[in-house]
């Protein structure tokens, strides 16, 4: 038997029609028919297109499951999941949650009667406690974002089928080369393609993967129902994306671990967050989980404020600043003001999103250049802060 990357590259086959190796860009609103009801598989493109079907099923190969439905972005993938449930429905979410998401069910899903309930679920106790009759659905990011903390997948699928309620997992985070949390009992799978899985910061998707047949058609129905779906063009460029998945995250992981290790010899740094890193709460429940620790490092300033973040993240010339992660350029971004400025501040910082937050999504240049950057921009806030202490301009 192959290796998974070889089986991935390969289970797209070529196009039968002319041997094009890469799959062609259905770019067709509708498809011709024989008779009415007799066609070729395809009748109008909201409901299926060849394009989007061949990244569907490399979605469902990729994550181990049996269907796949790709989405205009990741929020309209986790659209078309809060949409299996009813009004009176509750969610036990994670808490340290997308931004988005926690958007999307409080201004969106509240006022139809969906309740969530927000817990650390990296503590499993947690979840064990704030349980209902009423939960439909548990939500869990692992990594989240930006605190990385990790959430044990299998114990929490053990709770959720002995509660008789869906297990939803955003693998985002981590991606499929490095976790596959439907062989861990997940039911559903949704990712944001906009990050790893596009990997070149060039496109805005979303996908969502069903471990049962059943459930897959429910999510299609929603993605045909809404009509939330995600285009030939964009779907071509995830399926290109995928190709280099593998090897991109391998060293995305190798540049992060080393980058991680780094930052916490530095005495400008609070506190680091990296499930790679053999101090972090979860370490053993991530190594045990997944093939590797991602590529997203965040950490504090040991001057907690936001203007010290703000000096850091002006100051780098690779890490650009932007919203984002997952792709080949590294970022880094300041949640506080950036992506979590939807989170009313008390809710923020509960979840150890301190106001020197940073987060870096370490990318694929020479780690040497990427550590040399950090340094440089460590170098910057320092002078800052020498020039802001009066007895500094005194001498
Ligand atoms: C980016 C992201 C989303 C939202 O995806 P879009 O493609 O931006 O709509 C959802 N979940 C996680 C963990 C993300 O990082």
Redesign the pocket.
């Given at each position: 038997m192959s290796s998974i990357a070889t089986q991935l590259l390969h289970s797209i086959p070529a196009d039968p029609l002319t041997g094009a190796i890469s799959v062609p860009i259905y770019q067709t609103s509708t498809f011709v028919q024989e008779a009415p009801g007799v066609n070729k598989g395809y009748d109008y493109a909201r409901s299926g297109n060849p394009t989007r079907a061949a990244l569907e099923t490399l979605a469902a190969t990729l994550e181990k499951g049996t269907a796949g439905a790709a989405f205009a972005?990741?929020?309209?993938a986790?659209d078309a999941v809060i949409k299996l449930l009813e009004s009176g429905d509750e969610i036990l979410a994670v808490d340290d949650i997308?931004g988005?998401?926690f958007r999307m069910f409080t201004h969106v899903y509240q006022k139809f009667g969906i309740r969530v309930r927000y817990v650390d679920t990296s503590i499993i106790e947690n979840v064990l406690n704030a349980i209902t009759s009423k939960t439909k659905l548990i939500w869990l990011?692992t990594p989240t974002?930006p605190t990385l903390k990790i959430s044990d997948i299998e114990a929490i699928a053990g709770i959720a089928k002995s509660n008789k309620c869906l297990l939803c997992v955003?693998n985002?985070?981590a991606s499929p080369a490095l976790q596959h949390p439907l062989t861990l009992g997940a039911d559903i799978v949704v990712h944001?393609?906009?990050?790893y899985l596009g990997g070149h910061s060039d496109l805005?998707?979303?996908l969502v993967i069903t471990r049962e047949k059943e459930l897959g058609e429910k999510i299609k129905f929603i993605q045909n129902a809404s009509g939330a779906i995600l285009s030939p063009f964009d779907s071509w460029l995830v399926i290109r994306g995928i190709e280099t998945l593998h090897l991109r995250v391998k060293q995305h992981c190798a540049n992060a671990q080393a980058v991680a290790e780094y930052l916490q010899t530095h005495p400008a740094v609070g506190k680091v967050y990296y499930p790679g890193l053999k101090d972090h709460f979860n370490h053993i429940v991530a190594a045990k989980q997944a093939n590797g620790f991602g590529s997203v490092v965040s950490f504090t300033l040991k001057e907690d404020t936001v203007a010290a973040a703000n000096a850091f993240v002006t100051s780098t010339a690779y890490f650009k600043l932007a919203e984002?992660?997952g792709g080949v350029k590294s970022l880094l971004c300041h949640p506080a003001q950036m992506t979590h400025k939807s989170i009313p501040e008390t809710i923020r910082k509960v979840s150890g999103v301190a106001d020197s937050l940073i987060r870096l999504s370490v990318g694929l240049e020479d780690v040497d250049d990427l550590i040399d950057d950090l340094k440089n921009a460590f170098a910057v806030i320092e002078s800052h802060a020498n020039k802001k202490r009066p007895e500094a301009v005194a001498v």
């Open positions: 972005s990741g929020l309209a986790i997308y988005g998401a990011e974002n955003d985002t985070f944001s393609a906009t990050k805005i998707a979303g984002s992660l």
